[in-house]
């Protein structure tokens, strides 16, 4: 490396000291950067217009108590982290990915996904022993293996196959997959992915599987559906022997807020209704769901679920006709 090289790359490496102890407090004045860079405070002057040129909003006040600090900016900047730092926001974040933060889960495995690029090898040994000392409760959630969702946001990252172990038909079975998205819900992780043996797409509950690998096969990215309304879908109705289709009386935030997205996939019908897709063992079940919401509805699929209807109706009439003669308290 030649002496230019060598003095460029001093600079940086001195420009991103001083960034990093920017971060570490509030303030500093010019001699003690100085001191500490080794530098004197016109170099600490110019390599803080360095910073600026970047896009670091370093402030600077003249007089007594005066100094640098580095202010809120339009834009996040890059942070720098030793690598205590690094350990204790990797854990904090593998918690949250794993269901220990509620809502927290989906920006907390982006972060972590994104911390785990630039993440040394000497620390990641560091970060799962220590993962394993983080526990919640009553968050409502079913616990994953945060390192599963590592694993499985990696291969969706770098696009190779996943493999795992998956019950099916009373005995777990290896699958070999293209990962897509990891999708969470109110209580569970799901894995988008197209299923290599059964040649279609398919979602997975992570909390289900078991030995989870990466591996080096790299594959082009198909078309795929809308990951979180797919997965949606099939956590509210496919999964169910019987589905059914409803036109409500009411808002799409209204029947939100009634029924948890697991229940059921609520889509706006203009105002003041929406329609509501639901599953379930049996037909009368589904209808009993709705009927409890409290709005009036009309049922569009499947057919026999209007009869259904009618059967039902008639047996509420025949219970209450014992009572039907008593007079209402309200109007005596």
Do not use: N
């Amino acid at each position: 490396m030649d002496v230019a090289g060598r003095d460029e790359r001093g600079t940086t490496e001195r420009v991103l000291t001083l960034l990093g102890l920017l971060q570490q407090r509030r303030a500093w004045t010019g001699p003690e950067l100085a001191e500490r860079l080794g530098v004197t405070p016109r170099t600490v002057r110019r390599d803080v217009e360095r910073l600026r040129a970047l896009g670091y909003p370093v402030q600077a006040t003249q007089g007594v108590g005066g100094g640098y600090q580095l202010g809120p900016g339009q834009d996040l900047p890059p942070l720098l982290l030793d690598d205590e730092e690094a350990i204790a926001t990797a854990v904090s974040l593998l918690a949250g990915a794993g269901g220990a933060v509620v809502g927290a889960g989906d920006a907390a495995l982006r972060a972590l996904t994104k911390l785990d690029r630039v993440l040394p090898t000497r620390l990641r040994h560091e970060v799962r022993a220590l993962s394993g000392s983080v526990e919640s409760f009553g968050t409502g959630t079913t616990p994953v293996d945060p390192v599963v969702l590592m694993t499985l946001a990696r291969a969706c990252r770098d696009e190779v196959e996943a493999y795992f172990g998956y019950p099916s038909g009373g005995e777990v079975r290896g699958r070999r997959v293209e990962p897509y998205r990891l999708v969470a819900s109110d209580r569970r992780w799901y894995l988008l992915a197209y299923d290599l043996e059964r040649d279609d797409w398919r979602s997975f509950r992570v909390d289900r599987m078991t030995a989870v690998s990466a591996r080096t096969w790299r594959f082009r990215p198909r078309a795929a559906p809308d990951a979180a309304t797919y997965v949606q879908e099939g956590v509210a109705s496919r999964v169910y022997p019987h589905q059914a289709r409803f036109l409500v009386h009411a808002s799409a935030d209204t029947v939100r807020a009634q029924m948890p997205a697991s229940a059921a996939v609520v889509r706006s019908r203009g105002s003041g209704l929406c329609e509501v897709l639901s599953g379930a063992a049996s037909l009368d079940f589904v209808l009993m769901h709705v009927l409890l919401l409290g709005h009036e509805f009309e049922v569009l699929d499947p057919p026999e679920l209007g009869k259904r209807c009618r059967a039902l109706a008639e047996r509420l009439l025949s219970a209450g006709a014992a009572f039907s003669a008593m007079p209402d308290p309200e109007e005596s």
